[in-house]
């Protein structure tokens, strides 16, 4: 996980510096003129790398995916308010001697984000985002496979494992090039504890962590 966030940070970098140097006429570091556009939209696709943190930090990470819509909204050419909604699947796993363990929660999420916008030229920009997550879950289940043997129940619900409401923060980076095209990798980090108190002692604590990689088009 850390050499695939290292990679992440670094491609991002890289593609930032190669579009300054390719174009001529970039703009101020921060303008407050009026921006050019108004809302605009677009969607979203891409992998998580999705963990817990807390009192079950011997969890590994689970390869899962999201999708989504945003919506752009203006306040000046340099800063932007992007929400949508997403439909992430989270969650982690345990594995150790025949022994299995997978949690693997859907959330409906949606983001407020203030974001950062630097235009190297018409169809090249970087973006930086970061503000609050909202999530409820929706369906999932919390397996356990040992010696051939199967048992799972709801990730949610009376009898689940996991609250359904979760909130957290973003922060992440991304890169618009040929206007259109998108690629976004984000960290987020949740705040409320996702352990429901009915499957756990009142003590016990379970945190959703998760890095997004993010492929998108604009319209």
Do not use: W
Request: hydrophobic share 40%; aromatic share 16%; proline share 2%.
């Amino acid at each position: 996980m850390k050499k695939f966030l290292l990679a992440a940070v670094c491609a991002v970098f890289t593609l930032t510096a190669s579009a300054q140097r390719a174009s001529s006429t970039s703009s101020s570091f921060f303008s407050t003129e009026k921006a050019d556009e108004g809302v605009t939209f677009g969607l979203r696709v891409g992998l998580n790398f999705a963990n817990v943190s807390g009192d079950a930090d011997d969890y590994d990470a689970r390869t899962a995916f999201n999708v989504g819509a945003i919506a752009d909204i203006p306040l000046m050419q340099s800063l932007y308010i992007q929400t949508g909604l997403y439909f992430q699947s989270k969650g982690a796993k345990y594995e150790e001697d025949g022994y299995e363990e997978t949690i693997s929660p859907m959330y409906l999420q949606i983001p407020v984000l203030a974001s950062y916008r630097y235009n190297f030229s018409d169809a090249a920009q970087l973006q930086v985002n970061f503000g609050p997550y909202f999530a409820y879950g929706v369906g999932g289940k919390y397996k356990i496979e040992e010696d051939g043997d199967e048992y799972e129940m709801d990730a949610f619900g009376d009898d689940g494992l996991l609250n359904r409401f979760d909130c957290g923060l973003q922060v992440g980076a991304g890169f618009t090039f040929a206007k259109h095209f998108n690629i976004t990798f984000t960290y987020e980090f949740g705040l409320t504890n996702a352990a429901n108190d009915d499957a756990f002692d009142d003590d016990f604590s379970i945190k959703n962590s998760n890095c997004m990689l993010n492929l998108g088009y604009n319209f």
